[in-house]
């Protein structure tokens, strides 16, 4: 059952989308770590609303994602979107029947999803908007403002991590559209069809971002990691592709200690999360290092 103030949400959003009349039998799916779900019938058919989250306004230009969603429209890539509002994030998607997200411990399901994500890659789409990690560090720790981040050694840490620009600048980068944040949760599988879902982050970047963040988010160890790498790339990954990777998880997995501290400002705990990203940035700066 919906409280009166999510029905309420929830209603208005379908009235802005113009699917308030005809729609029934709204339901609450489980929150997700940025927004709230919810599913409902309209016209005796399933759609998805997505209602942003607190905090959400300080980590996602909605009127960016909606370009990106305006650009993967009808490729195949990702899930078709009914409805998206640029200014509050509410977006409506239809109901995929008897889809499930990316199984970790099935190697064929991880297979198929990553060599889905180096296809999309290699449509080497355009957008006009970019992300760096690193710029966004530094974004982030502006929104925490003067509260200073409780891990220890964190401002040598932060210095670390930056230098590692380092090394990810250094080697020459293709820069395409990327999803930013390819967790295993955003991968649908639905038969023989893989949709990768929610962009609110994507951007022009090095396409290994999106191998780094996939890896940091299932908190994988060295050895998963590097099976991970050799799927993408066939078994044909050069080592200094493989450091940039190793770099990149730990810029990715500061950014989002950082991330989970805004989302512990606005009212939610991250706490063990952002401990275990704060323990994943420092494994794999000492992988790029060493």
């Not at 799927?231 to 200690?257: P, Q, T």
Request: negative net charge; proline residues 1%; charged residues 30%.
């Amino acid at each position: 059952m919906l409280c009166s103030k999510e029905e309420r949400v929830v209603k208005q959003a379908l009235e802005g989308a113009g699917m308030l009349e005809n729609s029934c039998n709204i339901q609450r799916i489980t929150a997700s770590m940025t927004n709230q779900l919810y599913s409902f019938m309209y016209s005796g058919k399933k759609y998805l609303v997505r209602i942003p989250g607190k905090g959400t306004e300080y980590l996602v230009n909605r009127q960016q994602e909606t370009e990106v969603y305006t650009l993967l429209k009808g490729r195949g890539i990702t899930d078709e979107v009914r409805y998206i509002n640029a200014e509050n994030g509410i977006k409506i998607t239809e109901y995929l029947d008897h889809a499930h997200v990316c199984n970790m411990k099935d190697k064929d399901e991880i297979g198929a999803c990553i060599r889905h994500l180096r296809k999309f890659h290699e449509m080497k789409l355009q957008i006009g908007h970019e992300f760096d990690v690193y710029q966004k560090i530094e974004e982030y720790e502006k929104q925490c403002g003067a509260i200073i981040i409780n891990l220890e050694n964190y401002k040598n840490m932060r210095k670390k991590i930056i230098d590692l620009r380092k090394i990810t600048d250094k080697q020459p980068r293709e820069y395409c559209l990327c999803h930013i944040d390819p967790i295993a949760d955003n991968f649908l599988i639905s038969g023989k069809n893989i949709y990768l879902i929610d962009w609110e982050y994507a951007a022009m970047c090095d396409p290994l971002i999106d191998i780094a963040m996939f890896c940091i988010y299932s908190e994988l160890d060295k050895e998963s990691t590097d099976r991970i790498i050799d799927v993408y790339f066939d078994k044909c990954c050069m080592e200094e592709e493989r450091r940039k990777i190793y770099a990149y998880m730990a810029a990715g997995a500061f950014l989002w200690v950082l991330w989970a501290e805004i989302k512990r400002i606005s009212g939610q705990n991250y706490e063990d999360y952002k401990k275990r990203q704060y323990a994943i940035a420092e494994e794999f700066y000492r992988y790029t290092v060493e």
